[in-house]
């Protein structure tokens, strides 16, 4: 008899995209959430000020210095870094039911997250990716255009780019965004390829074993 055609599961990845502020990221993220399926946002906790454009529980959840240390003491974040003087910290709980479930889970995080995701438990799940501003005057136009910050603000943020860029070389991929388009798609075949080799092994050891008993019988047929 031959076998129905079965779908293969796959534990989902953890996509990491890191960048010095205001070369694109958080663009990327945001485009790839829209026109992927499975894919979903680790939404982090941070001690920093919501900014106007900005929606608690959506871009961030937003809480006080208290909180987060609790949660922090308590073993519930994955990662915890502090950037710009505020702290940021991933939830570990949904993250570990996407990945079961199947799900990509894409986090919009800094090199020492980043370090402290490949330090934990799930490591095997990350995959890294640094985006790099085409140069230092757009950068600084780029934070310019945003007309979120202070000019002392966007200083300090050239200055911690500086800082950040050297990190570069201890992620899996690495992407300067020239051109916005050609990065998305860039991205986007990243995604695919880390996809196709996440398949569960037992899962493809049983497609194969009934294959193979398939092309038997019709070979005997």
């Given at each position: 008899?031959?076998?129905?055609?079965?779908?293969?599961?796959?534990?989902?990845?953890?996509?990491?995209?890191?960048?010095?502020?205001?070369?694109?990221?958080t663009t990327l993220t945001r485009n790839l959430l829209q026109k992927e399926?499975?894919?979903?946002?680790?939404?982090?906790?941070?001690?920093?000020?919501?900014?106007?454009?900005?929606?608690?529980?959506?871009?961030?959840?937003?809480?006080?210095?208290?909180?987060?240390?609790?949660?922090?003491?308590?073993?519930?974040?994955?990662?915890?870094?502090?950037?710009?003087?505020?702290?940021?910290?991933?939830?570990?709980?949904?993250?570990?039911?996407?990945?079961?479930?199947?799900?990509?889970?894409?986090?919009?995080?800094?090199?020492?997250?980043?370090?402290?995701?490949?330090?934990?438990?799930?490591?095997?799940?990350?995959?890294?990716?640094?985006?790099?501003?085409?140069?230092?005057?757009?950068?600084?136009?780029?934070?310019?255009?945003?007309?979120?910050?202070?000019?002392?603000?966007?200083?300090?943020?050239?200055?911690?780019?500086?800082?950040?860029?050297?990190?570069?070389?201890?992620?899996?991929?690495?992407?300067?965004?020239?051109?916005?388009?050609?990065?998305?798609?860039?991205?986007?075949?990243?995604?695919?390829?880390?996809?196709?080799?996440?398949?569960?092994?037992?899962?493809?050891?049983?497609?194969?074993?009934?294959?193979?008993?398939?092309?038997?019988?019709?070979?005997?047929?």
């Open positions: 008899m031959i076998a129905e055609r079965v779908e293969i599961a796959r534990r989902g990845i953890m996509l990491v995209v890191s960048s010095p502020s205001g070369a694109g990221k399926e499975n894919v979903v946002l680790s939404i982090s906790v941070t001690t920093r000020e919501r900014r106007p454009s900005e929606i608690d529980g959506v871009h961030y959840h937003f809480i006080s210095s208290r909180q987060f240390e609790r949660l922090r003491e308590s073993g519930e974040l994955l990662e915890s870094a502090e950037v710009h003087g505020n702290f940021y910290g991933t939830p570990r709980e949904p993250v570990e039911k996407a990945l079961c479930e199947g799900h990509d889970v894409l986090f919009d995080i800094d090199w020492q997250g980043t370090q402290q995701l490949r330090a934990s438990s799930l490591s095997p799940d990350v995959i890294s990716v640094f985006v790099l501003p085409p140069s230092a005057p757009e950068l600084k136009a780029r934070l310019e255009r945003r007309a979120e910050d202070s000019a002392e603000t966007i200083r300090r943020r050239l200055g911690n780019a500086a800082e950040e860029i050297p990190h570069w070389t201890e992620y899996d991929y690495v992407l300067v965004n020239r051109d916005l388009e050609k990065s998305f798609d860039r991205l986007r075949s990243i995604l695919t390829a880390e996809r196709l080799k996440r398949v569960y092994p037992q899962d493809i050891n049983s497609f194969v074993d009934g294959l193979l008993d398939d092309l038997r019988d019709l070979s005997r047929a």
